[in-house]
């Protein structure tokens, strides 16, 4: 992978996931390339670096595009995390060290300081991640990833319309990982998060403005 290659897939996926370019926008080519001041290759190859991560779609004839997923799509997606997560934390909580697991408190420390919608989009994500980073079956932890990523837009969506009323639950579930994770109990580890994920799949099936359709 080239230099160029790497800072314009950099350049897309925080974009992405970021709010900047949403569901169904088109990514065309050439005015990546114009903006970045880059060539097509390498706008090109990081298009397609990011369809493997499920950050972009390309359509026969017209490009390619963020994908825009339907409440079914993610609500399947969500029930995929509730099966692969649990098995993920079984196979990476033996890998981490004290200095990850205290890495999980400073995180979960920042949310309860009260961040915004992105900076508690990026704590989120960085918290569940790293109880998953000592994984070490790539086709797994690959796939985890690709769902983190296809459905950011419906988190972020859905967290701006729970508003800092529902946090209060985020933050309980959040440290009763912690705690499991700490005393080594990947049962019960595997347990919280897959009622983590469940609330959060069983309340976006609540907001279907969401995902763009009517209530």
């Known amino acids: 992978m080239t230099v160029a290659t790497q800072r ?30 880059a060539s097509r290759l390498p706008v090109r190859e990081a298009l397609q670096m990011l369809a493997a991560e499920g950050l972009i779609e390309n359509e026969p004839n017209k ?8 409440m079914h799509e993610v609500d399947v997606m969500y029930r995929m995390r509730e099966q692969l997560e649990p098995l ?8 981490l060290d004290e200095s990850d697991l205290y890495r999980l408190v400073e995180l979960q420390d920042e949310i309860e300081q009260g961040a915004d919608v992105h900076g508690f989009l990026e704590l989120d994500r960085e918290f569940h991640l790293l109880t998953y980073a000592g994984c070490r079956t790539e086709q797994l932890s690959t796939t985890i990833h690709r769902l983190w ?11 701006r319309i729970s508003g800092p009323s529902r946090m209060w639950v985020v933050n309980a579930e959040h440290r009763l990982i912690i705690d499991a994770m700490f005393r080594r109990d990947e049962v019960d580890a595997g347990r919280f998060i897959a009622g983590h994920i469940r609330r959060t799949r069983i ?5 279907p403005e969401v995902f763009g359709a009517k209530p």
């Open 8 to 37: 314009v897939a950099t350049h897309l996926r925080d974009a992405i996931l970021g709010g900047a370019l949403g569901p169904g926008d088109r990514v065309r080519q050439e005015d990546v390339a114009q903006q970045l001041g």
């Open 203 to 207: 309340e976006l099936g609540h907001h």
């Open 88 to 95: 993920a934390v079984t196979e990476s909580l033996p890998q």
């Open 63 to 70: 490009g390619a595009r963020v994908p825009r997923l339907s």
């Open 149 to 159: 990523n296809s459905t950011q837009h419906y988190r972020r969506a859905f967290v």
